[in-house]
């Protein structure tokens, strides 16, 4: 299992001991939002995408005033199972929570040039699954920036 703390929410948990290296994803809920899937599939990490192309399960980390009602967990994490799922392993999803005819229209709307960095990641799957979820937990910092810069000062120089 691989945990990815989505910037910057999502590293309020992992702040206190960064010296291991977390591994990062942003994933912008303004993209979901104001569905710029093509922007939300192109910021993706290509550690991300290599992970879940060999099978690992990610574990998305991201923080929330309101985790109940968090976009990246209910529909950024959903909708990148099913385009990465119609890409690699030519097979739709079936969510629970999102209409299939909204999802196909999002993966239609994908331009070539997204669906081409998707598709690279191909050559390397060993897997029937795309094995993404996310844990959302309540966070106080959001938007906080300063806080950020100055724990990650003291983490760093420790």
Not at 73 to 100: F, G, N
């Amino acid at each position: 299992m691989v945990y990815f703390y989505n910037l910057t929410n999502g590293l309020e948990v992992k702040i206190t001991d960064l010296n291991q290296h977390p591994h990062l994803v942003r994933i912008q809920s303004s993209h979901v939002e104001s569905k710029a899937w093509d922007r939300l599939f192109q910021q993706l990490s290509d550690e991300l995408l290599f992970y879940l192309a060999i099978g690992e399960k990610c574990i998305i980390i991201d923080g929330s005033p309101n985790p109940n009602h968090s976009h990246i967990s209910r529909i950024a994490v959903p909708v990148i199972q099913y385009v990465l799922t119609r890409l690699w392993l030519k097979e739709k999803l079936a969510p629970d929570m999102i209409d299939d005819e909204y999802l196909e229209r999002i993966y239609r709307s994908l331009t070539q040039s997204t669906k081409r960095k998707l598709k690279y990641y191909r050559k390397f799957l060993i897997t029937n699954e795309v094995k993404l979820n996310c844990y959302v937990f309540p966070n106080c910092k959001d938007g906080k920036y300063d806080w950020f810069k100055e724990k990650i000062k003291e983490r760093i120089r420790k």
